[in-house]
């Protein structure tokens, strides 16, 4: 009877799991569909465009040019501590990206 029990535990959580892996990859598939993360970019984003793009509203009418821009900048420099108060603001986009993108 013990091992019965043992069993049909050790099943119950195999099932468990494999319905959490497939709800968690419908979820996943799920906000890439609703944020549109399957950019392509393009060969060359300055800093400006990307800034540009990010203040468009509402947001679906962004291109995703801030993504592009922060992944080049990280993948060249290693460093996502890039500043816009020249364009006049103090928010941290690639900063706020990467911990998006990381996710």
Known sequence: ???LVIWLIALALIVLG???VVNMK???D???DDYQTQINCPEEVLKVQA???QQKQPPSSRQGLMHCYCLKEFKS???IKISF???GSETNFCGNWFLNWTA
């Open 1 to 3: 009877m013990r091992k």
């Open 18 to 20: 494999m319905i959490g």
């Open 26 to 28: 419908y979820q996943t």
């Open 30 to 32: 799920s906000l890439k």
């Open 51 to 53: 800034y540009i793009d």
């Open 77 to 79: 420099k290693g460093s």
């Open 85 to 87: 108060k020249d364009m």
